[in-house]
């Protein structure tokens, strides 16, 4: 059953050293998940798993151990997943940020696994997903990795878009009251269309959250670089 989750935004420039001189725009970002973890750990979990976006149409399983790092970014800076033997298939990206804020946190509250989402999983497919997740142990909790829509200005990397603004604000309130009808509401095609990574995450979350009765609080919003960032806790 799932008893806790935390959704986090997963943009490399979190990591301080990817991020170099300007690491300090994201500080109140960092702290809002240092802050959402907490939540996780006071939980008492079974066992985490760290739900992240990915390329495809398909959900892929990273057991503890797994590793991956940051020097497609010019950063020496190597992660792990948890405890346990490495595997010869690193991390995407959204995961190794998980796997950072983790580290960053010292979680050592339960065992941590990874579940890869495609962006083009059906909505359908991502709450079977999320189900399957609650099944695991009697407490799950879930960090939840992405991002909202990538184009609030011109800056931003898919340059502005009117419908950017709105999108973010559903998604700003569905993660922040834990609304999972609306979360599974999201349209897949919009998504892709506003960049917005978070789509297939969220609705992992959506479904795995149903009928757990847990409430959502909003930690963080804000859009730096044009692009919507969101921690919020269910608990």
């Given amino acids: 059953m799932l008893v806790a989750a935390a959704v986090c935004p997963c943009p490399p420039l979190l990591v301080p050293e990817v991020a170099a001189g300007a690491a300090p725009e994201l500080d109140a970002a960092r702290t809002a998940c240092s802050d959402a973890l907490a939540v996780l750990a006071a939980s008492r979990p079974d066992l985490l798993v760290a739900v992240g976006p990915d390329e495809g149409a398909a959900t892929v399983p990273y057991p503890a151990g797994s590793v991956g790092g940051f020097r497609g970014y010019g950063v020496d800076l190597a992660v792990r997943l948890g405890t346990g033997a490495p595997t010869d298939r690193p991390l995407p990206g959204s995961l190794a940020v998980g796997a950072w804020l983790l580290s960053r946190t010292g979680w050592a509250d339960a065992p941590v696994e990874g579940l890869a989402v495609g962006d083009r999983l059906a909505p359908e497919a991502c709450a079977e997903a999320g189900r399957e997740l609650a099944g695991r142990a009697a ?81 963080y919003e804000d859009a730096p670089y044009g692009v919507g960032y969101f921690t919020a806790t269910w608990a």
């Fill in 139 to 219: 407490r799950v909790a879930l960090l939840v990795l992405g991002d909202g829509s990538a184009c609030r200005t011109v800056k931003a990397p898919g340059y502005l878009d009117e419908r950017a603004a709105g999108f973010d604000e559903r998604c700003a309130r569905a993660l922040g009251t834990a609304d999972t009808a609306a979360l599974a509401a999201l349209e897949p095609q919009l998504a892709r269309e506003l960049k917005a990574a978070g789509r297939a995450p969220w609705q992992v979350l959506a479904g795995a959250a149903r009928g757990a009765g847990l409430d959502g609080r909003l930690l």
